[in-house]
């Protein structure tokens, strides 16, 4: 029953301990926002594998962990060792360890060994290479399948004219670029929401559909 005293799965301490501890060591993890549309968009479609790219301390991981079936498994990975470590102690903290499973490594050397398909993947990894992540991994999504990628506004500079330094303007130029690939891509069709620092919602069509139409009513 709901009453004044009803708390969400997201209000409890220990998570916001993490949130605290990522703020103090200065590791990025999701926006609020970010995460409620990761558990709308799982609550509804209730994917049975999911692939997360960015694990970091497994934030986002307990989102997915909580709001998918419990039937679903989880695939993350990511490239740093000690976070991965940390991630490991949280999820299993959280008591999700046998349903999430964890990859240590660079991403792009991983994906094309993956045999299954993912219904859902969550790409949250080094925003310039986005563009190589989504090709490595759309050959690997079910029909239907859905890559949601966070910051694809990359702290709003993507939609900026603003003098950058190289290393910001080619994270934005590649940004960019992926954009325009998502844009352009028959096999999947993109949403941008403009949440959070923009949040891109790509959905494979399944083999039957019509392929691309430009324009409003898409
Ligand atoms: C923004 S953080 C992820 C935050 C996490 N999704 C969360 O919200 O809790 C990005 C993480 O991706 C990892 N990463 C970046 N590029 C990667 C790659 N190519 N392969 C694997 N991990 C990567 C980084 O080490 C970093 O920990």
Redesign the pocket.
């Known amino acids: 029953m709901i009453d004044s005293n009803y708390k969400l799965w997201e209000e409890q301490d220990e998570l916001k301990n993490i949130e605290k501890k990522?703020n103090q060591n200065h590791?990025?993890?999701?926006d609020k926002k970010t995460a409620n549309i990761l558990k709308t968009i799982v609550l509804i479609k209730k994917p049975k594998l999911i692939l997360?790219?960015?694990?970091?301390?497994?934030?986002?991981?307990l989102w997915l962990a909580e709001y998918s079936p419990q039937y679903s498994e989880i695939v993350t990975?990511?490239?740093?060792e000690e976070?991965l470590n940390l991630a490991s102690k949280n999820i299993k903290d959280f008591g999700y360890k046998d349903k999430v499973k964890f990859k240590f490594?660079?991403?792009?050397e991983i994906i094309p060994y993956f045999r299954r398909k993912f219904d859902l993947v969550?790409i949250?990894?080094?925003k310039g290479?986005y563009l190589n992540?989504f090709k490595k991994v759309q050959e690997k999504i079910s029909d239907n399948g859905i890559i949601i990628c966070?910051n694809v506004f990359y702290k709003g500079l993507v939609r900026k004219n603003k003098k950058l330094t190289h290393k910001i303007r080619t994270i934005v130029v590649n940004m960019r670029d992926f954009l325009h690939y998502l844009e352009e891509n028959d096999d999947f069709k993109t949403d941008i929401i403009d949440l959070a620092d923009g949040i891109s919602i790509s959905r494979r069509r399944n083999k039957d559909e019509e392929s691309r139409t430009a324009g409003p009513g898409r």
């Open positions: 990522a590791i990025p993890i999701i997360e790219i960015g694990t970091a301390i497994g934030y986002s991981t990975i990511e490239r740093d976070l490594g660079q991403a792009e969550f949250d990894a080094a290479q992540l966070d």
